[in-house]
Every structure is written in structure tokens, then in C-alpha cells.
């Protein structure tokens, strides 16, 4: 911005005023300290002058005696210099003395008498003295001569007592300018500053006391003129607004309250969805809310079919019978609600302007359908039924715009939940039919296989055949309802928070007590956050199969068991039973289906598992959960 357009002219400043002030105080001082310098030195000058005057007289006398010396010793010496002196005395007043100073005053009389003296020296007097014959002729003009320079004498004092008086009066006027001045000077500030920084303090005591009424007068167009009309703008433009204050003040509380509802509804609906509730619960409970906030007679939530391309109603609440019943399914083309789910927009639909249309009651003055969107996929829709005319604020169509989103986020977590819970089912469903298939499966083929034997040997009567197969019977049946009972306790295994080391302790005194083997355990808390509780479980299915292979294949005396919970998570089986040939992994795998069960849990845990053994020297199931890998409790 140019701050020059905010000047006053040049002449008008009170920098100029002040200069100019300065200036003229200044030149008059100056003016009057020059005049009384000018009489002080005219003075000093008719002084000296009138002491050469009077020295006019005593030279002429000691002339006059020098001649009559002359006369008796016939010396001329003396008189020459007393004449010589005399006209010096003479020239030095007719030219003057700067440097003394001495001059004669400027006045005609003066200089009138002074020639008058000058010439009587020079014709009469100083031609007698240097003839020593005329000494009488001298004495007898002498008096005349005294009689004049006591004359010019008279006049120089009396023109030095004028200029005296001179001095006195430019010296009172000086005093009298300097009072004058100064009463003049104080009274021209006060009137161009202190009076107007008054009113200026006056005026901003009334803004504070909140009178924005007040004005100051435009006196002048200098600096002082510009602060007031600045005032007075400033004074208008609070006026202004403190006149509409309370109207903006009373705007904004009303803003903020709807502001304040809108994030309460947000919030409150939030929390709600957030509520492990079905999707039947989900949506009563959605519509229920929306009513009650948004004054709505009626609301309806219809969800999108991927397998008819229909909206389906699945929640309502202050809609008619009559139309539920019409309208439980409606093409996606055919209905507002549609139109919503397709578009993901709000569309309002004003019954008292338009056509009827589907998904509208014809109690309703008024429907506004919004979609449910969760991440760009389309759900479906709900509607609000209004019973009078309500036009909805661009801000309550952006909150139903976002409540909708938030509903269908929340309806697709459920489905998606509803999905993970599906196929956990599923994987443990296929976990449970390799158990049965490595277990109890082959235990059965094994007992059928024995019925065959015994129902031949039993027809060809070889009792001794069939005493030996009597016995692999029974403990095929033993080692079988072993296996059914151990699958029963893995399958019911349970765990709740903080129980995981209590878990492993029993599956391993459960081992001992099924097995007879002697476990070893070596647990070990090494600052590593607790696993969470799904992958606890999984851990403890792995502990379980390796603990059933053992019991099963090893043969083993001793068993150790070393749990480690550090930044990595670590669990070691060890057993010194008759191993296996490490080159027969594949075939081992091929017939135990323990180790596929293995492997496909540490997958899921996105672990590492280790088998390693060697024939007679036993084997080593290892598994190592990384910090990537593991889930804070």
C-alpha cells in the first residue's frame, strides 16, 4: 500500500509549520542579538571617539605651551611633535578606527562641528604654532578652538546617550519578543498537539467505554487531521460492526449448535456401528437413530442383491403396511432408493411438486434416499419419510452422506467378518479331516484289515493264527479310542487371556499321562510382548500334533520341550527316539499326514517350521514365530 497517498500537501505538514516557526523565531532573535551588537559597537566606537575628541583640547593647550617654550629656548622640537600628534589625532577622527573601533557617529551635526574644528586647526591655529611669532595670535584663538571641540565632545555624548537608550529599548524588546515568543511558541504547540492528543484520549476513553458514537473534529489537513478522520473511520467501522454483533454472534451459536449436533449424531452413530451387533440389529438400530435426530416420521434400509440386481428391504420403522408389502423387493431401476445406490448421491423427492414414485408413501410430503458406499462399492440405500415439507441444509445432506458411508463400512466389516469366520471353519474342518484321516483313518484300515484275517482263519479253524490276531485287534481298538480322545481334548482346547503357559503345562501333563514319556519343560519369558489369543491356540495345536507323533512313531525315553518368548517367539520339541533318515522326508511326509498339519499351521502364522533328525539319534520339531510376523495382545 503507498503510504503517501496518506500525507498531507507539504505546506500543510506540521513538520513545515514547525520548520517555518523555527525559522521566523530564529530570524527575529538573530535580528535583534544583530541590532543590539551594532549599537554595542557604535557605542564603543563614539567612546573612543570622544576621548580623541577630548584629547582635542589638551593637545591644543600643549601646543600653545610648547610655542611659548619655543620662544624663550628657541626649540621647535617639542612643538612638532605636539602638532604632529594633533593631526593624527585629527585624521583618526575623520577616517576612524575599525580595528579600535572608533568612528564618529553618523550624524550631520557632528560631522558639521567636526569640520568646523578640523578647519580651525588646520587654517588658523596650526599655522600660528609652527610660527613662533605668532604665539600671541595663538593663545588668543586657543579658546575658540577649546570652545568647539568641547562642543563636538558635547554632541558625540549626546548622540552616545541616544544610542544608549537605543541599547536599552532593543534589550527590553528582546526580553519582551523572548516572552512573547515563548507564550507564542507554547500556545501554537498545545494548539497543533497536546490539544488534539486531549481530544484523541478522550475519544478512545469513550470507545473503551463502548460509545462508538464519538467523533473528532477535522481541524486541519496536516498529520493531527489525518489521525482524526482516521479515528473517526475507525470509530464508524466498530459502530458497524458492534451494531450487527449480536445478529453474527447469535448466527454462529446457532452454527456451532448444528455443528455440534452434527458431530454428536456422528459420534453417537459411530459408537454404535462400532457394537458388535447382526446386520438386523445394525440396521434397526441405524434407522432408529436417523428418525430421531432428523425429525423423520418413517426411515428404510435396503440392501443391494448381487444375485437378482433388487434392492431388498431389511429394516423400516413408521412406514405403512401396505407399502412393506408392495415394496419388499423392488427393481434397482424402479425406486428413489435405487437411484441413491446407483448414483451414491443424496435424491430428494418433494411429493407436493413431483410425481409419486416407488419407496415413497403417499403420507409423505417429502423422501430423501441416500446410498450406502463402503469404499467405492455400492450396498444399497436407505430413505427418510417426512410428514411435513422440510427443505434439508447442504450440512445434513453431507452428514447423511457420511452416515451412509459409515453404515455401509460397518455392514461390510460384518459380511467380512461373517466371510473370516467361514473360512476358519472351513480350514479347521480340513485340519480336523487330516487328523481323523492320519489318525483314527488308518488305525480303522489296520482293524479291517485284521477282521479279514480273522474271518479266514477262523473259517479254515487256525486257532493258532487266530490267537495272534485277537491281540493286534485289541490294541488296534486301544490305540485307536487313545486317538479319539486325544483329538476330543485338542478340538476343545480353549484359551483365555494370560492362560497360554497353564495350556502348555496341561497338554504336556496329558501327554505324560497318555504316553508314560517324561517331559522336560524349560519356559522362558524373555521381554516379548504376549502372542495373541489365535495365535496361542495355533501354537498349541502344533505342541499337540508334535507331542502325538512322538507318542506314535518315536518310540522315544525322553522328551524336552523349550519354549522362548523374545522379540522372536520360539518353541522346540526334542525327543531321543528312533528318529528318521533325513532322505526319507518325502516319504515320511507322504504317510504322516502330522507334519502337512504342521506346515499348514506355521503358514498360517506366517512361521517357520523346522524338522530335522537323524535314524537312532531322534528328531527335532522347531518352530519360529518373527517379530513381523507376531500380533500384540
Not at 568646523?116 to 586657543?142: H, K
Not at 464508524?236 to 447469535?250: H, I, K, M, T, W
Not at 474271518?455 to 479253524?461: H, L, M, P, S, V
Request: hydrophobic share 45%.
Amino acid at each position: 500500500m503507498d503510504t503517501r497517498a496518506f500525507l498531507p500537501p507539504m505546506r500543510e505538514r506540521l513538520a513545515t509549520r514547525i520548520v517555518m516557526l523555527s525559522a521566523v523565531a530564529l530570524v527575529l532573535v538573530l535580528t535583534m542579538i544583530g541590532g543590539t551588537l551594532w549599537l554595542s559597537w557604535q557605542l564603543q566606537g563614539a567612546g573612543a571617539a570622544i576621548n580623541d575628541a577630548g584629547s582635542l583640547r589638551m593637545r591644543a593647550n600643549a601646543v600653545g605651551i610648547a610655542l611659548l617654550e619655543s620662544q624663550r629656548e628657541a626649540g621647535t622640537s617639542t612643538l612638532d611633535e605636539h602638532i604632529a600628534q594633533m593631526n593624527a589625532t585629527l585624521d583618526r577622527l575623520r577616517r576612524g578606527d575599525p580595528a579600535r573601533p572608533l568612528f564618529l557617529p553618523d550624524d550631520a551635526r557632528i560631522r558639521e562641528q567636526f569640520d568646523s574644528v578640523a578647519d580651525a586647526w588646520r587654517n588658523t591655529l596650526e599655522p600660528q604654532a609652527r610660527d613662533t611669532s605668532e604665539a600671541s595670535r595663538y593663545l588668543a584663538a586657543l579658546p575658540s578652538f577649546v570652545a568647539g571641540a568641547d562642543a563636538l565632545v558635547s554632541l558625540i555624548e549626546k548622540e552616545n546617550a541616544r544610542k544608549t537608550a537605543w541599547l536599552r529599548m532593543s534589550q527590553m524588546a528582546l526580553a519582551a519578543l523572548s516572552c512573547l515568543g515563548t507564550v507564542a511558541i507554547v500556545y501554537l504547540l498545545y494548539l497543533w498537539f497536546v490539544a488534539p492528543v486531549q481530544r484523541l484520549q478522550e475519544g478512545l476513553a469513550r470507545i473503551q467505554r463502548r460509545e462508538f458514537d464519538v467523533r473528532l473534529p477535522v481541524e486541519s489537513r496536516d498529520e493531527i487531521g489525518n489521525l482524526a478522520a482516521g479515528f473517526n473511520r475507525m470509530a464508524a467501522e466498530l459502530q458497524a460492526l458492534y451494531g450487527d454483533l449480536a445478529a453474527r454472534v447469535e448466527a454462529k451459536t446457532a452454527e456451532l449448535a448444528a455443528q455440534n449436533r452434527e458431530l454428536t449424531a456422528l459420534y453417537e452413530m459411530t459408537a454404535f456401528l462400532n457394537l458388535p451387533n447382526d446386520v438386523r440389529a445394525l440396521c434397526d438400530g441405524f434407522i432408529a437413530r436417523l428418525t430421531r435426530q432428523f425429525d423423520a416420521h418413517g426411515a428404510t434400509v435396503r440392501l443391494l442383491s448381487d444375485e437378482d440386481d433388487h434392492l431388498h428391504l431389511v429394516a423400516s420403522v413408521g412406514v405403512p403396511p401396505a407399502l412393506l408389502d408392495a415394496e419388499r423387493c423392488m427393481p434397482i431401476d424402479e425406486c428413489l432408493c435405487g437411484d441413491a445406490a446407483m448414483q451414491g448421491v443424496a435424491v430428494i423427492h418433494d411429493a407436493r411438486r413431483m410425481r409419486p414414485r416407488a419407496c415413497q408413501s403417499m403420507e409423505s410430503a417429502g423422501v430423501a434416499a441416500f446410498g450406502i458406499v463402503s469404499q467405492g462399492e455400492k450396498l444399497g440405500a436407505f430413505s427418510l419419510h417426512f410428514d411435513a415439507a422440510r427443505a434439508l441444509p447442504a450440512s445434513e445432506i453431507k452428514l447423511l452422506e457420511t452416515l451412509g458411508k459409515h453404515f455401509g463400512t460397518a455392514l461390510k466389516n460384518r459380511r467380512l467378518a461373517a466371510m473370516e469366520r467361514r473360512f476358519a471353519v472351513s480350514e479347521e474342518r480340513n485340519l480336523v479331516a487330516q487328523g481323523l484321516h492320519d489318525s483314527i483313518a488308518q488305525g480303522l484300515n489296520f482293524l479291517k484289515m485284521q477282521v479279514h484275517l480273522l474271518d479266514a482263519a477262523a473259517r479254515d479253524e487256525r486257532i493258532d493264527e487266530i490267537r495272534e490276531i485277537v491281540p493286534l485287534l485289541e490294541g488296534g481298538v486301544a490305540e485307536s479310542y487313545d486317538d479319539v480322545r486325544e483329538l476330543l481334548n485338542n478340538f476343545r482346547s480353549k484359551l483365555g487371556q494370560g492362560k497360554f503357559r497353564n495350556a502348555v503345562e496341561s497338554t504336556i501333563e496329558r501327554f505324560r499321562s497318555q504316553s508314560g514319556i517324561p517331559v522336560a519343560l524349560d519356559y522362558r519369558e524373555a521381554g516379548g510382548p504376549p502372542l495373541a489369543a489365535d495365535l496361542q491356540l495355533q501354537v498349541i495345536f502344533i505342541l499337540q500334533e508334535a507331542l502325538s507323533n512322538v507318542r506314535k512313531h518315536a518310540e522315544a525315553r525322553h522328551v524336552n520341550v523349550t519354549i522362548v518368548n523374545d522379540s522372536e517367539f520360539s518353541l522346540l520339541v526334542e525327543d531321543d527316539g528312533l528318529g528318521y533318515d533325513p532322505d526319507d522326508m518325502g516319504f515320511l511326509d507322504e504317510r504322516h499326514v502330522g507334519f502337512h498339519i504342521m506346515r499348514e499351521r506355521a503358514e498360517r502364522l506366517s512361521a517357520r517350521l523346522q524338522l530335522t533328525g537323524s535314524p537312532k539319534r531322534g528328531a527335532r520339531v522347531e518352530l519360529i514365530l518373527p517379530t513381523h510376523a507376531r500380533q500384540a495382545v
